[in-house]
């Protein structure tokens, strides 16, 4: 079946543009994740989806990112006036239902540069 | 908070020699623990994991063992191919409701024929 999906798969934009970074979960997967990935360092976890609604926004950087899921399907990560240190690959994870005993299925990401 | 730690890289073997990567982590409590793969190219993949202490993980000639005394999970391979030439990330998650996982930096190994 498929996996999750990203998209685009590249994105490069100028400094003080809003980007928009696309997610297509597994189907019937109701739990949905961000995570970013900056050069040399591990994941960082952002925002967490049950369903349409974000029970853990904790990892969101600034108020400049924002995230939205709709038909508990599709979620968009939108960074506004972007910054050189927002160039990352962004990940995004869906999984069954989100507890603990849940894996974490990955999409092949977003790389992000901000010039 | 909780954090893992995994060993630098890059690790450079030669195919069919035994691989050590050693991952230690902090969290309260009992975490489960995974490796996941990200082969060039691709997304990240589960490889392996273990829920409670002393649990084995085990997929595809890997395994990592869940060492509560040590708090430790080090992925091995006894024998290595050009084909596990990949990044390998080995992360936490607690175990109660939803928890993000917590990821270390990963560490690439490339080996060679």
């Known amino acids: 079946g498929a996996g999750v999906s990203q998209s685009p798969s590249n994105k490069v934009t100028e400094k003080g543009k809003d980007v928009e970074l696309r997610c297509d979960p597994i189907?019937?997967?109701?739990?949905l994740y961000w995570y970013r990935q900056r050069l040399g360092q591990g994941l960082e976890f952002l925002i967490y989806?049950?369903?349409?609604?974000?029970?853990?926004k904790s990892g969101l950087p600034s108020d400049r990112f924002s995230a939205e899921r709709t038909g508990e399907s599709v979620s968009t990560l939108t960074i506004q006036r972007t910054q050189q240190e927002d160039s990352a690959v962004y990940l995004c994870?869906?999984?069954?239902?989100?507890?603990?005993?849940?894996?974490?299925?990955f999409g092949p990401g977003t790389r992000l540069t901000v010039l | 908070g909780d954090s893992v730690t995994q060993m630098e890289g890059p690790v450079t073997l030669s195919e069919e020699a035994f691989l050590t990567i050693n991952c230690t982590y902090t969290?309260?409590?009992?975490?489960?623990l995974f490796w996941y793969v990200q082969y060039p190219g691709e997304g990240l993949q589960l490889l392996l994991k273990a829920t409670k202490a002393d649990d084995k993980g085990s997929n595809k000639g890997f395994e990592a063992t869940y060492r509560k005394e040590t708090t430790s999970f080090h992925l091995e391979k006894g024998s290595v191919q050009v084909s596990d030439s990949a990044v390998y990330f080995c992360a936490l998650r607690r175990n109660t409701g939803f928890q993000k996982l917590v990821f270390g930096t990963g560490t690439r190994l490339l080996v060679s024929p």
């Open positions: 969290a309260t409590g009992y975490p489960s």
């Open positions: 994870a869906s999984s069954l239902a989100g507890d603990g005993s849940d894996t974490q299925y």
């Open positions: 189907s019937g997967h109701t739990a």
């Open positions: 989806f049950q369903g349409n609604s974000a029970p853990d």
